[in-house]
């Protein structure tokens, strides 16, 4: 008797300790997502100072928002700048994590290195927008200097053509989340039985063949990890472009992503249309975080 | 001791976390869309830039409220209106009352936004909270004049001391029943502001009659420009003449909650596309670096199009090196008559100072001393038919910046040939997304077609009730 009771307080103190994270989950993240669904089959807008609904307007938003082929086009573009930004980000840092966590090559000030990787990350992504923006501004330094140079004759409007204007979210992203990136992997590859390395060393592997045969393998849970937490990241994307192109998302509306859309909507306040697009969001990030876990789960059981 | 201490930052860390939770539990009530926490934090900055941790209001004091989007006024209410007493960045006092400034940036629609919230709680919100004084600028007047948030000048008793204002700066705040609803000390009739320099290089004179000769139509423009490209210069920004067109038009933005693109803008269009591909026009956006660029003579700008609120606040005169400092701009009509921004100041309705308030907007936007002094200290052009006219007249209208010039008796024929009968309360979206949208047009990006539906597309965004 005595003993059950000890259990059950065990299990108290577990929940008292969830408790913080669930109330904090339940008041940010689920009220929300809730109220986001209702609020999407409402007609709720502003027109100056004047409120327009709710009305019920059943599925009517989302039938606004798929009668035009903009959304999966901010979708792609969406998809496009993560893409450009997340394959140099993870091979970067495969590449780096390698080298620090490889004790043959005793590389000196580590610390010092691992700390300058993540910087970037510190930064407020709205002022790196800026500080790009400054710097990449048709009369700014990087043309003066490209020109002197001569490398151009004149003056390139990067943010007037597509590729340069997603090329330049793609890096940015890119030196922001790179040290982050850099740290879980090698956290993961910290992970890996030193003792398969010295078998594979005794075996007289080369170094590519550890690399391809041991450290990558035994590295996916990680990089499945790394490559979920960026894919919802960058389906969210928003501050740097949003900063970047001054919210228009030009050229063309080539750089727009779908939360910037969303952004759109709400100088009228309007909740409707903007809650079916955060649904539509929700349903995309699911679906590819299962897609993911599939592959992973699958490829898992194969082996 | 170890425990203790382990104990202690256990609870430390629980607090952390809590504490957050409590703190941003009083603002989640607007937490309706996924995208409300951006704006809740976005309005809390403003707030938290608006009320610095050090007030010298005592917890007792009697506040005016005053919204406004920069330091413009506030600087003008401290350099003229009688007995201001400035406590602070943001806090003054007028005899027992202390003035509190709430100044949100016009950037994002910041400052509407903060705005419209405020006011929409102007009713429920106590005494000390509520808006007495806030301002609008032309681009959105209507759509705060023409609802009950607005008092009418005459219920403050102030209507009948404007009949020396411009009758376009009444027309802007009169509501759709004809009630004027609010007052400005500013005509901002505007015109072209050259360069005397590339000037006299490129066509010989930079006397204002020549140059306005040169510059009288927009066909002669278009051939100033193409002269100016050639010698090297750019005539100006595609974003600097939209005003120009936009005040000539023949209809308003909105017929019937339908966007109609007037003739007018389709020339502004067809025009700044010829003269960008010629190389003599630049697409940079207004404010920016690279608009700014011509302010010294290196960037090689012909003129800008502006008001003369244009002179002291844009032109960077007090910094070395630019052309204002040397005293190198000149000023002429330019190829059409029109106006360009101006604040208004209203009153808010609900307020429990109506008589200091009533009495502000008298001394600062009817009172003849103060306007002079305005129009010589600030170099503002001001709202008062006199005043403008003793100014032409006289040596006290001469502009340094404008090499010795004195432009008032062409800013004040501008402002009584201007005609505001076409404003709608959309046109600040319209302006704004057409230039956005014609942006992708002059740099290729885009057909002429495909920018017109996206500028469509983005108006519609902005106002969900209009369609094309």
Same mark, same amino acid.
């Given at each position: 008797?005595?003993?059950?009771?000890?259990?059950?307080?065990?299990?108290?103190?577990?929940?008292?300790?969830?408790?913080?994270?669930?109330?904090?989950?339940?008041?940010?993240?689920?009220?929300?997502?809730?109220?986001?669904?209702?609020?999407?089959?409402?007609?709720?807008?502003?027109? &100056?100072?004047?409120?327009?609904?709710?009305?019920?307007? &059943?599925?009517?938003?989302?039938?606004?928002?798929?009668?035009?082929?903009?959304?999966?086009?901010?979708?792609?573009?969406?998809?496009?700048?993560?893409?450009?930004?997340?394959?140099?980000?993870?091979?970067?840092?495969?590449?780096? $994590?390698?080298?620090?966590?490889?004790?043959?090559?005793? %590389?000196?000030?580590?610390?010092?290195?691992?700390?300058?990787?993540?910087?970037?990350?510190?930064?407020?992504?709205?002022? !790196?927008?800026?500080?790009?923006?400054?710097?990449?501004?048709?009369?700014?330094?990087?043309?003066s200097m490209l020109v002197g140079a001569g490398f151009?004759?004149?003056?390139?409007?990067?943010?007037?053509?597509?590729?340069?204007?997603?090329?330049?979210?793609?890096?940015?992203?890119?030196?922001?989340?790179?040290?982050?990136?850099?740290?879980?992997?090698?956290? $993961?590859?910290?992970?890996?039985?030193?003792?398969?390395?010295?078998?594979?060393?005794?075996?007289?592997?080369?170094?590519?063949?550890i690399f391809y045969k041991i450290t990558l393998p035994?590295?996916?849970?990680?990089?499945?990890?790394?490559?979920?937490?960026?894919?919802?990241?960058?389906?969210?994307? !928003?501050?740097?472009?949003?900063?970047?192109?001054?919210?228009?998302?030009?050229?063309?509306?080539?750089?727009?992503?779908?939360?910037?859309?969303?952004?759109?909507?709400?100088?009228?306040?309007?909740?409707?249309?903007? &809650?079916? %697009?955060?649904?539509?969001?929700?349903?995309?990030?699911?679906?590819?975080?299962?897609?993911?876990?599939?592959?992973?789960?699958?490829?898992?059981?194969?082996? | 001791?170890?425990?203790?201490?382990?104990?202690?930052?256990?609870?430390?860390?629980?607090?952390?976390?809590?504490?957050?939770?409590?703190? @941003?539990?009083?603002?989640?009530?607007?937490?309706?869309?996924?995208?409300?926490?951006?704006?809740?934090?976005?309005?809390?900055?403003?707030?938290?830039?608006?009320?610095?941790?050090?007030?010298?209001?005592?917890?007792?004091?009697?506040?005016?409220?005053?919204?406004?989007?920069?330091?413009?006024?506030?600087?003008?209410?401290?350099?003229?209106?009688? +007995?201001?007493?400035?406590?602070?960045?943001?806090?003054?006092?007028?005899?027992?009352?202390?003035?509190?400034?709430?100044?949100?940036?016009?950037?994002?629609?910041?400052?509407?936004?903060?705005?419209?919230?405020?006011?929409?709680?102007?009713?429920?919100?106590? #005494?000390?909270?509520?808006?007495?004084?806030?301002?609008?600028?032309?681009?959105?007047?209507?759509?705060?004049? #023409?609802?009950?948030?607005?008092?009418?000048?005459?219920?403050?008793?102030?209507?009948?001391?404007?009949?020396?204002?411009?009758?376009?700066?009444?027309?802007?705040?009169? #509501?759709?029943?004809?009630?004027?609803?609010?007052?400005?000390?500013?005509?901002?009739?505007?015109?072209?502001?050259?360069?005397?320099?590339?000037?006299?290089?490129?066509?010989?004179?930079?006397?204002?009659?020549?140059?306005?000769?040169?510059?009288?139509?927009?066909?002669?423009?278009?051939?100033?420009?193409?002269?100016?490209?050639?010698?090297?210069?750019?005539?100006?920004?595609?974003?600097?003449?939209?005003?120009?067109?936009?005040?000539?038009?023949?209809?308003?933005?909105?017929?019937?909650?339908?966007?109609?693109?007037?003739?007018?803008?389709?020339?502004?269009?067809?025009?700044?596309?010829?003269?960008?591909?010629?190389?003599?026009?630049?697409?940079?956006?207004?404010?920016?670096?690279?608009?700014?660029?011509?302010?010294?003579?290196?960037?090689?700008?012909?003129?800008?199009?502006?008001?003369?609120?244009?002179?002291?606040?844009?032109?960077?005169?007090?910094?070395?090196?630019?052309?204002?400092?040397?005293?190198?701009?000149?000023? @002429?009509?330019?190829?059409?008559?029109?106006?360009?921004?101006?604040?208004?100041?209203?009153?808010?309705?609900?307020?429990?100072?109506?008589?200091?308030?009533?009495?502000?907007?008298?001394?600062?936007?009817?009172?003849?001393?103060?306007?002079?002094?305005?129009?010589?200290?600030?170099?503002? @052009?001001?709202?008062?038919?006199?005043?403008?006219?003793?100014?032409?007249?006289?040596?006290?209208?001469?502009?340094?910046?404008?090499? +010795?010039?004195?432009?008032?008796?062409?800013?004040?024929?501008?402002?009584?040939?201007?005609?505001?009968?076409?404003?709608?309360?959309?046109?600040?979206?319209?302006?704004?997304?057409?230039?956005?949208?014609?942006?992708?047009?002059?740099?290729?990006?885009?057909?002429?077609?495909?920018?017109?539906?996206?500028?469509?597309?983005?108006?519609?965004?902005?106002?969900?009730?209009?369609?094309?």
């Amino acid at each position: 008797m005595k003993k059950q009771s000890k259990v059950v307080q065990y299990n108290k103190w577990g929940y008292i300790f969830l408790l913080p994270f669930m109330i904090v989950y339940i008041v940010f993240q689920l009220i929300p997502l809730i109220s986001t669904i209702y609020n999407s089959f409402f007609e709720n807008y502003r027109v &100056g100072l004047q409120q327009i609904g709710p009305n019920f307007i &059943g599925i009517q938003n989302y039938v606004q928002l798929f009668s035009t082929p903009d959304i999966w086009q901010y979708l792609a573009n969406t998809m496009i700048m993560w893409i450009m930004g997340f394959i140099p980000q993870i091979l970067v840092s495969l590449l780096l $994590g390698a080298w620090f966590t490889n004790p043959s090559l005793r %590389l000196k000030g580590q610390q010092f290195f691992k700390t300058v990787i993540y910087l970037p990350n510190l930064i407020m992504a709205s002022a !790196f927008a800026m500080l790009f923006f400054t710097l990449f501004s048709n009369e700014g330094p990087i043309n003066s200097m490209l020109v002197g140079a001569g490398f151009f004759a004149e003056n390139y409007k990067w943010l007037s053509h597509t590729l340069s204007a997603r090329s330049l979210v793609a890096l940015m992203n890119f030196l922001m989340w790179f040290g982050n990136t850099t740290i879980l992997l090698m956290s $993961g590859m910290l992970g890996i039985d030193p003792s398969l390395y010295e078998a594979a060393e005794v075996d007289g592997a080369s170094s590519t063949q550890i690399f391809y045969k041991i450290t990558l393998p035994l590295l996916r849970p990680i990089l499945i990890y790394v490559m979920i937490t960026s894919l919802i990241g960058g389906l969210q994307m !928003f501050d740097v472009p949003q900063i970047l192109t001054n919210g228009t998302g030009d050229p063309a509306r080539t750089t727009m992503t779908l939360i910037m859309y969303l952004n759109k909507h709400l100088y009228s306040k309007n909740f409707g249309l903007g &809650g079916a %697009l955060s649904v539509f969001l929700f349903v995309v990030t699911a679906i590819l975080s299962i897609l993911v876990f599939r592959i992973n789960n699958a490829t898992e059981k194969k082996n | 001791m170890k425990n203790l201490a382990r104990k202690a930052l256990a609870v430390m860390m629980a607090a952390a976390m809590t504490v957050p939770m409590v703190a @941003c539990g009083g603002s989640t009530e607007t937490a309706t869309d996924t995208a409300a926490p951006a704006e809740e934090a976005a309005e809390t900055t403003t707030e938290e830039a608006a009320a610095p941790a050090e007030s010298t209001i005592p917890a007792d004091a009697h506040i005016l409220n005053i919204y406004a989007w920069n330091e413009e006024y506030k600087s003008r209410m401290e350099a003229h209106y009688p +007995g201001y007493e400035t406590l602070s960045a943001t806090e003054g006092k007028i005899g027992d009352t202390y003035v509190k400034w709430n100044i949100t940036p016009s950037d994002d629609n910041a400052y509407q936004n903060n705005l419209d919230e405020t006011l929409l709680k102007q009713a429920d919100a106590a #005494d000390n909270d509520k808006i007495d004084i806030f301002l609008v600028e032309a681009d959105y007047a209507l759509k705060y004049v #023409d609802t009950d948030y607005t008092m009418s000048m005459a219920d403050l008793g102030i209507d009948g001391d404007m009949a020396d204002q411009y009758e376009y700066t009444k027309q802007i705040v009169t #509501d759709s029943n004809g009630n004027l609803k609010g007052s400005s000390w500013q005509a901002c009739s505007a015109g072209l502001i050259y360069n005397r320099e590339a000037a006299k290089e490129v066509l010989g004179s930079d006397d204002p009659a020549d140059v306005q000769a040169a510059v009288a139509n927009w066909d002669k423009s278009a051939e100033t420009a193409q002269k100016m490209a050639a010698a090297g210069y750019t005539m100006c920004s595609v974003n600097d003449t939209y005003r120009t067109y936009s005040n000539n038009v023949s209809g308003k933005w909105v017929q019937d909650d339908k966007i109609v693109l007037d003739p007018n803008m389709e020339k502004w269009i067809d025009d700044s596309k010829a003269l960008v591909d010629a190389g003599a026009e630049d697409t940079d956006d207004l404010w920016g670096d690279d608009w700014a660029k011509g302010k010294t003579p290196e960037g090689k700008v012909f003129c800008y199009f502006g008001p003369a609120w244009f002179f002291n606040f844009c032109l960077d005169a007090d910094k070395e090196g630019t052309i204002a400092n040397q005293g190198g701009w000149g000023f @002429c009509e330019g190829p059409q008559s029109y106006y360009w921004g101006g604040t208004w100041i209203c009153a808010a309705t609900g307020t429990d100072d109506a008589d200091l308030v009533a009495d502000i907007i008298k001394t600062m936007t009817t009172d003849k001393a103060v306007l002079k002094d305005i129009a010589t200290q600030d170099q503002d @052009c001001v709202n008062s038919k006199s005043v403008l006219a003793e100014l032409a007249g006289s040596d006290e209208g001469n502009m340094a910046l404008l090499g +010795g010039q004195n432009p008032y008796a062409q800013l004040a024929a501008g402002a009584e040939g201007i005609d505001l009968s076409n404003l709608s309360s959309y046109d600040q979206g319209c302006n704004e997304e057409l230039q956005g949208a014609m942006k992708n047009y002059f740099e290729g990006n885009q057909t002429k077609e495909e920018a017109l539906d996206a500028f469509y597309k983005a108006v519609i965004e902005k106002y969900p009730n209009l369609s094309k």
